[in-house]
């Protein structure tokens, strides 16, 4: 049978996005909805005397920021989540 490489690999990514959200609808919505008011584009100012280092740099250091706000978010929705359940039985 044939294996298309590009068919796997968004297979790949759709498994992994699922798993980081619980495999729960209402957190993937959420979270595509909260991506959709920050899009993660790279803006390049290519007028002279702009780097494009410089604006990948800044990019990576607000990407940082933000994939320290999300772990703890992600700390707290799973803590709520066990909370819910040990209430529950």
Same mark, same amino acid.
């Given at each position: 049978? @044939?294996?298309? &490489? ?5 297979? %790949?990514? %759709?498994? &992994? @996005? ?8 209402? &957190? ?18 290519? %007028?002279?005397?702009?780097?494009? &280092? ?36």
């Amino acid at each position: 049978m @044939y294996k298309d &490489e590009i068919i796997t690999e968004v297979w %790949r990514i %759709r498994d &992994e @996005y699922a798993a980081e959200n619980h495999h729960d609808l209402k &957190e993937m919505v959420a979270d595509l909805e909260k991506r959709q008011l920050h899009p993660h584009s790279i803006l390049v100012d290519r %007028r002279p005397g702009h780097s494009p &280092e410089g604006a990948a740099e800044a990019n990576n250091l607000k990407h940082q920021a933000k994939g320290k706000a999300e772990a703890s978010e992600t700390r707290t929705r799973r803590h709520r989540k066990t909370k819910a359940k040990a209430a529950r039985r």
